[in-house]
């Protein structure tokens, strides 16, 4: 590779990348700003149960690209991969179509249609997800490799564009509510078709244009079918492919039978999601990164290495538990206890977290800029401290919104542009977070792993979105609910600060309308109102931040070089 090449920008197979996931980011986020509202207000579930399904469907989605990666490395390669995730999801999205059609007349129907779509969605996104960031990190020879920081984070404004995207377009048309504030609940079919027809746009890019872009320098055709002799772009002395011995799969499965045993009987509830969702994911993290140290060809630099990305992975888990608050309870405030006039207009309650993908497209070029500026002055933070960064921002952003809904009481209403400083501030936190964590895989993680690596890593986006599921069941009663409860003749506070005991004529009068008798619990401690669920992720992500800023010295050692 020649000097000049080296110097050379970004390669067009980038922006073609970025484009492809531009669309399918459309599909997931604007499906993601309708999911729980149309659970709860078509398939009339609560909001608790709304909020795990919300954090099984994204853990699982964050799950699958262990099995997508595995599948692309040794069987179809990216590129089939990709056309079959994207073929997958936009077939998920119009059977959500399908369900949010029938469900007035048929509900039972409706229920399984929108469990069969989910289904579709979390594989189909599992063939996609982990082959497309796989293949941005292919792109660059190792020469060029201190350009993927700024590389994911183009990447990762692609991602955002298509979020903002669809948080405009799909709220706009599906989260419809007339004058006096009456929701249709008619309307979110058209939200999850303009999904689909994003996620066939999306795959159709792809298809035309990867064979002329998407490249090596020397032209030779990125993620196609495995060969099983490849001579890619390897360190010197570094071997080209994984050996796990029939002793280590074997140990791996028992492991994982034990782990999820061991979460199952923990978890309390009958929520199948909460009892058998969560420890799947749970287990298979724990599991697959035992599996992964147990290949006997790992050099010490490389499992030290490897443990850098686990336990910075582990970290990251409390923030997309905070930051993925953003599809459940987040929307759940916004819809019940907001004044979202914007501008003398009223936002639809999905439409609000759309400045996280807006902030993003403004921000996400500025920081790849920072990050540029401070390498070339040679002060450029390591990756970890860069993620610590953004776990204590997002703390600084919900420690904000706490205290401003401390003396809302029961009717007062959070405005929102409280709502939108805590996007802008849990944005810039992505910045220091998400991108730069994908970038480290790129360059910590031995090769011979490719896109099954990047699967590893979106474990921990599995197990954090698991983890907000739960920490998003926790919202206690909203404004919405007191008013509600006043309709049918009971005081709904009163009810939880047991001064009263309900009949069991009001305890199902409450229950059919979906209002809990009592204050949600967590980690044995009660949560009363909405500064004590805020606090909730102050104290998770600020302990987490200071951690990670003091053990950031010992990574650094074990990264050997890599910044």
Same mark, same amino acid.
């Given at each position: 590779?020649?000097?000049?090449?080296?110097?050379?920008?970004?390669?067009?197979?980038?922006?073609?990348?970025?484009?492809?996931?531009?669309?399918?980011?459309?599909?997931? &986020?604007?499906?993601?700003?309708?999911?729980?509202?149309?659970?709860?207000?078509?398939?009339?579930?609560?909001?608790?149960?709304?909020?795990?399904?919300?954090?099984?469907?994204?853990?699982?989605?964050?799950?699958?690209?262990?099995?997508?990666?595995?599948?692309?490395?040794?069987?179809?390669?990216?590129?089939?991969?990709?056309?079959?995730?994207?073929?997958?999801?936009?077939?998920?999205?119009?059977?959500?179509?399908?369900?949010?059609?029938?469900?007035?007349?048929?509900?039972?129907?409706?229920?399984?249609?929108?469990?069969?779509?989910?289904?579709?969605?979390?594989?189909?996104?599992?063939?996609?997800?982990?082959?497309?960031?796989?293949?941005?990190?292919?792109?660059?020879?190792?020469?060029?490799?201190?350009?993927?920081?700024?590389?994911?984070?183009?990447?990762?404004?692609?991602?955002?564009?298509?979020?903002?995207?669809?948080?405009?377009?799909?709220?706009?048309?599906?989260?419809?509510?007339?004058?006096?504030?009456?929701?249709?609940?008619?309307?979110?079919?058209?939200?999850?078709?303009?999904?689909?027809?994003?996620?066939?746009?999306?795959?159709?890019?792809?298809?035309?244009?990867?064979?002329?872009?998407?490249?090596?320098?020397?032209?030779?055709?990125?993620?196609?079918?495995?060969?099983?002799?490849?001579?890619?772009?390897?360190?010197?002395?570094?071997?080209?492919?994984?050996?796990?011995?029939?002793?280590?799969?074997?140990?791996?499965?028992?492991?994982?039978?034990?782990?999820?045993?061991?979460?199952?009987?923990?978890?309390?509830?009958?929520?199948?999601?909460?009892?058998?969702?969560?420890?799947?994911?749970?287990?298979?993290?724990?599991?697959?990164?035992?599996?992964?140290?147990?290949?006997?060809?790992?050099?010490?630099?490389?499992?030290?290495?490897?443990?850098?990305? &686990?336990?910075?992975?582990?970290?990251?888990?409390?923030?997309?538990?905070?930051?993925?608050?953003?599809?459940?309870?987040?929307?759940?405030?916004?819809?019940?206890?907001?004044?979202?006039?914007?501008?003398?207009?009223?936002?639809?309650?999905?439409?609000?977290?759309?400045?996280?993908?807006?902030?993003?497209?403004?921000?996400?070029?500025?920081?790849?800029?920072?990050?540029?500026?401070?390498?070339?002055?040679?002060?450029?933070?390591?990756?970890?401290?860069?993620?610590?960064?953004?776990?204590?921002?997002?703390?600084?952003?919900?420690?904000?919104?706490?205290?401003?809904?401390?003396?809302?009481?029961?009717?007062?209403?959070?405005?929102? &542009?409280?709502?939108?400083?805590?996007?802008?501030?849990?944005?810039?936190?992505?910045?220091?977070?998400?991108?730069?964590?994908?970038?480290?895989?790129?360059?910590?993680?031995?090769?011979?792993?490719?896109?099954?690596? &990047?699967?590893?890593?979106?474990?921990?986006?599995?197990?954090?979105?698991?983890?907000?599921?739960?920490?998003?069941?926790?919202?206690?009663?909203?404004?919405?609910?007191?008013?509600?409860?006043?309709?049918?003749?009971?005081?709904?506070?009163?009810?939880?600060?047991?001064?009263?005991?309900?009949?069991?004529?009001?305890?199902?009068?409450?229950?059919?309308?979906?209002?809990?008798?009592?204050?949600?619990?967590?980690?044995?401690?009660?949560?009363?109102?909405?500064?004590?669920?805020?606090?909730?992720?102050?104290?998770?992500?600020?302990?987490?931040?200071?951690?990670?800023?003091?053990?950031?010295?010992?990574?650094?050692?074990?990264?050997?070089?890599?910044?």
């Amino acid at each position: 590779m020649s000097e000049t090449a080296v110097k050379q920008g970004h390669p067009k197979g980038l922006w073609v990348l970025f484009g492809t996931e531009m669309w399918e980011r459309f599909n997931f &986020y604007g499906m993601r700003a309708l999911l729980t509202l149309f659970l709860v207000n078509s398939l009339m579930m609560k909001e608790a149960d709304a909020s795990l399904i919300y954090g099984g469907f994204l853990g699982l989605c964050y799950l699958t690209p262990l099995l997508g990666g595995f599948i692309a490395d040794r069987f179809f390669g990216n590129r089939n991969c990709i056309m079959l995730g994207g073929m997958m999801m936009a077939v998920g999205q119009l059977l959500l179509f399908a369900s949010a059609s029938v469900f007035s007349t048929n509900l039972s129907l409706a229920t399984t249609l929108m469990w069969s779509a989910l289904g579709i969605i979390i594989f189909g996104n599992g063939f996609f997800k982990p082959n497309i960031s796989s293949m941005v990190g292919s792109l660059y020879p190792k020469q060029e490799k201190t350009k993927l920081d700024t590389a994911f984070t183009i990447f990762y404004m692609g991602i955002n564009i298509g979020a903002f995207l669809g948080q405009f377009i799909c709220p706009f048309v599906g989260d419809v509510k007339d004058s006096g504030g009456i929701r249709d609940i008619h309307a979110f079919k058209w939200g999850f078709l303009a999904a689909a027809l994003a996620m066939l746009i999306g795959t159709a890019v792809f298809y035309f244009l990867k064979n002329k872009y998407v490249v090596t320098p020397e032209g030779k055709p990125i993620g196609g079918m495995p060969s099983g002799h490849e001579t890619g772009d390897y360190e010197e002395g570094e071997s080209q492919k994984a050996h796990f011995t029939p002793m280590s799969l074997g140990l791996a499965v028992l492991a994982f039978l034990g782990l999820f045993a061991a979460f199952h009987f923990l978890t309390e509830g009958d929520n199948v999601v909460k009892t058998i969702i969560y420890p799947i994911i749970y287990a298979s993290g724990i599991t697959l990164a035992g599996l992964i140290l147990s290949d006997k060809t790992l050099t010490k630099i490389e499992t030290q290495r490897i443990w850098v990305i &686990y336990i910075v992975s582990f970290f990251v888990i409390f923030f997309w538990a905070a930051f993925e608050q953003a599809g459940s309870s987040l929307t759940f405030i916004a819809d019940n206890q907001t004044d979202r006039n914007f501008f003398g207009w009223n936002m639809p309650p999905s439409m609000v977290q759309i400045f996280n993908g807006l902030f993003v497209v403004m921000f996400a070029v500025p920081f790849s800029m920072l990050w540029d500026k401070l390498r070339a002055n040679n002060s450029e933070p390591t990756s970890p401290f860069k993620q610590a960064m953004g776990l204590m921002l997002i703390a600084i952003s919900y420690f904000i919104i706490a205290h401003n809904v401390k003396d809302l009481g029961n009717n007062g209403l959070l405005a929102i &542009y409280w709502l939108i400083l805590l996007y802008l501030i849990q944005t810039f936190g992505e910045l220091c977070l998400s991108p730069i964590g994908l970038s480290l895989v790129g360059k910590l993680a031995p090769k011979r792993f490719a896109s099954l690596a &990047y699967g590893v890593f979106f474990i921990s986006n599995a197990a954090g979105y698991a983890l907000s599921g739960t920490l998003g069941s926790i919202l206690p009663a909203t404004g919405d609910k007191f008013k509600k409860a006043e309709e049918l003749g009971i005081n709904l506070q009163d009810v939880l600060d047991k001064k009263i005991v309900p009949t069991e004529a009001q305890l199902k009068l409450l229950s059919d309308n979906q209002i809990s008798a009592e204050n949600p619990v967590f980690a044995g401690f009660e949560i009363h109102n909405l500064y004590e669920f805020f606090m909730v992720f102050v104290v998770l992500c600020g302990i987490a931040s200071i951690i990670l800023f003091l053990i950031t010295p010992i990574l650094k050692k074990m990264m050997h070089g890599v910044k």
